[in-house]
Antibody, heavy 120, light 112 residues
């Protein structure tokens, strides 16, 4: 069974940093691009970052460009999101998700999510 | 691409039909392969989104056949032919035609 498990969320002050991790199992991570998608409390879904299977192509949403960095370690079957200069509006559940197609795709599966709260 | 769903919420009696529409601000039909780059998800409280359809109308394995997806270009529909209690959820459309991938604002389906 394919599974994604996020970790690293928590409470952080505005301007602070946090690093999220996503552990993949049940499929060969090195064959797939991956994305992070977030959902603010009571709000809709927002895609924020994409990384290709070999890390050669990376995209960010304008809302996080320059503050967040996506990376991966295929040998360790893991995806990461380094979040710097955090703002209150970054408060959300952060999901990692597998890109099904080689290029831009739908997402399946999704992890259970990790909550990031930015507050003083 | 802006994705707009309607309605924002709807209440339907058990066994009745529920219909959600999704409009994209530009076509998500790729002419070279005649495929619509549109997916649908279901999200229940406290859970991540679950894929229902991709290519606008291809049902994901395990999704009950009371769910159907249709449409092309800029106008799409998700239909639940006979609403069951377990279908109470938020439903989202998503385009993957271009980056950034964008989602509709969601439609909440409840029991009347």
């Amino acid at each position: 069974e394919m599974q994604l498990v996020e970790s690293g969320g928590g409470l952080v002050q505005p301007g602070g940093s946090l690093r999220l991790s996503c552990a993949a199992s049940g499929f060969n991570l090195s064959n797939y691009s991956m994305s992070w998608v977030r959902q603010a409390p009571g709000k809709g879904l927002e895609w924020i970052s994409f990384i290709s299977s070999g890390s050669t192509t990376i995209y960010y949403a304008d809302s996080v460009e320059g503050r967040f960095t996506i990376s991966r370690d295929n040998a360790k079957k893991s995806l990461f999101l380094q979040m710097n200069s955090l703002r209150a509006e970054d408060t959300a559940v952060y999901y990692c998700a597998r890109e099904v197609l080689r290029g831009l795709s739908w997402f399946d599966p999704w992890g259970q999510g990790t909550l990031v709260t930015v507050s003083s | 691409i802006v994705m707009t769903q309607s309605p924002d919420s709807l209440a339907v009696s058990l066994g009745e039909r529920a219909t959600i529409t999704c409009k994209s601000s530009q076509s998500v039909l790729y002419s070279s392969n005649n495929k619509n780059y549109l997916a649908w998800y279901q999200q229940k409280p406290g859970h991540p989104p679950k894929l229902l359809f991709y290519w606008a109308s291809t049902r994901q394995s395990g999704v009950p056949d009371r769910f159907s997806g249709s449409g092309s270009g800029t106008d799409f529909t998700l239909t639940i032919s006979s609403l069951q209690a377990e279908d109470v959820a938020l439903y989202y459309c998503q385009q993957y035609y271009t980056t950034p991938r964008t989602f509709g604002q969601g439609t909440k389906v409840e029991i009347k």
